[in-house]
């Protein structure tokens, strides 16, 4: 029996079981790895699959690519988690890949959370991996350079799988839709462009999620002529608020992110938190929230909390590993750190201020003391010569104002000024430090 015979999706599977795609043909999305001349499409067409490390968020097809490799190559397929799977498991597929190996068929090993792999699954593994007898299919959401063991590593190839976007993913429910052997189709439910957009940008990416709103969705449908009609209205039930959902290029979207924002600029995580919570509800993409975070990190906190944009940073990537729902708990907390952070946009005035003065000066010429000298030329030009290197300095720093790396023909000017808030106090604390040493060093002749 092969694999699809024995996953025949019925109607009581889940609707995103039912549409797993049979064929590369068939598959959305991954497109660098799946299109015609790419990786897995020449593996599918030579039938000789390699070990390999599937690395993305959920809902991108890690499993259904690994069916589909075992289906295409002929081999048995062995579908283990980490998580689940002890040594004594392992064994027993190894037992199954023999026997296999014995009629001249190859075995998959679909290794699930690949990045939970302890020591003693390694150990059992390796050995089978490194012989031929199984080849390994890993699947992580997690960065495999740091969290899969290196002999593994070293035998796999890495494939990077991204979210899919949302056109993907109205093209993943529109084939269901339209599908009358796995999917809705002989239903003949009308849904337009608008509610599939919406559910698309709830689904952040994840075909299993997407597939799953729909079907939920299609609860509530109501009855058209000969068929069905699924009304924006009905996103109520589904996403779990009222679906006056907005247009990506509606009022409505730009309002709520600047309200997120100027509410974090105002210092009030309960008012950013809320409107975050609506954006996401109303079909907003999660990841909007947090470029606007990032950008928030600089232009409103910046050196007052300086720890704010790599958190922020962090948020972005915890996001991505851990998928919509939990990492919208990510989002959270990067908007609550900087709605509670101390408040300066020194960095956003300095930039301003810094890209005008640039703009007026066009033939502004870099001092010679802070050129490069990388031949003899340049040296006889004085390219260099006079440059203090800060290091060899008394207390890393060289005084005075002949080095003050100010190109000669422009009036200096300060531009950054940072505040007395947070942390930013003790930037104007070394500043003014650094400005006293200046002008001692001017005053001695330095």
Not at 186 to 201: F, H, T
Not at 362 to 373: F, G, Q, S
Request: aromatic share 6%.
């Amino acid at each position: 029996m092969d694999l699809f015979q024995r996953h025949a999706p019925d109607d009581a599977a889940p609707l995103a079981f039912r549409m797993r795609p049979r064929r590369l043909e068939d598959y959305v999305g991954q497109q660098a790895l799946v299109g015609p001349g790419k990786p897995l499409a020449r593996m599918a067409e030579s039938g000789v699959v390699r070990s390999m490390i599937l690395w993305g968020p959920p809902g991108t097809g890690k499993t259904t690519l690994a069916e589909i490799l075992a289906e295409v190559s002929g081999a048995h397929l062995e579908h283990l988690s980490a998580v689940m799977a002890g040594v004594k498991e392992i064994r027993a597929a190894v037992d199954r890949a023999r026997d296999f190996q014995a009629r001249e068929r190859p075995t998959l090993l679909f290794l699930d959370e690949i990045h939970r792999l302890n020591k003693s699954q390694q150990d059992a593994l390796l050995p089978h991996v490194e012989s031929g007898l199984l080849t390994l299919i890993g699947a992580t959401t997690e960065n495999p350079s740091f969290e899969v063991n290196s002999a593994l590593l070293s035998r796999a190839r890495v494939h990077v799988l991204k979210s899919l976007t949302e056109a993907e993913l109205v093209e993943v429910m529109q084939r269901a839709l339209n599908d009358e052997t796995r999917g809705l189709g002989a239903r003949r439910i009308q849904v337009n462009d608008e509610v599939l957009a919406i559910l698309a940008r709830a689904a952040a990416g994840d075909a299993r999620r997407a597939l799953g709103l729909l079907e939920t969705a299609c609860d509530f449908t109501l009855a058209e002529g000969s068929g069905e009609r699924l009304p924006r209205e009905a996103l109520e039930d589904v996403i779990g608020h009222t679906a006056s959902a907005f247009d990506k290029q509606g009022d409505h979207y730009y309002d709520l992110l600047s309200a997120i924002h100027k509410s974090i600029r105002s210092s009030r995580p309960d008012a950013a938190l809320l409107y975050i919570a609506r954006f996401m509800q109303g079909g907003g993409d999660p990841l909007d929230v947090i470029r606007r975070l990032t950008a928030i990190a600089s232009e409103d906190v910046g050196n007052a909390d300086p720890r704010a944009l790599p958190l922020v940073m962090s948020a972005w990537d915890a996001y991505l590993r851990l998928g919509d729902y939990e990492g919208q708990r990510a989002i959270a907390h990067a908007a609550i750190h900087l709605a509670v952070a101390p408040k300066s946009n020194a960095i956003d005035r300095a930039w301003k201020q810094a890209k005008d003065l640039a703009a007026s000066q066009p033939r502004l010429e870099v001092p010679t003391y802070l050129r490069n000298a990388p031949t003899k030329l340049m040296e006889s030009l004085g390219h260099g010569e006079g440059y203090r290197y800060a290091h060899s300095e008394p207390d890393g720093y060289p005084a005075g104002s002949a080095h003050d790396c100010w190109p000669d023909e422009v009036p200096h000017r300060p531009l950054y000024h940072p505040t007395s808030h947070g942390q930013e106090k003790r930037y104007a604390q070394i500043m003014a430090w650094r400005a006293q040493r200046d002008a001692e060093a001017d005053d001695a002749g330095g």
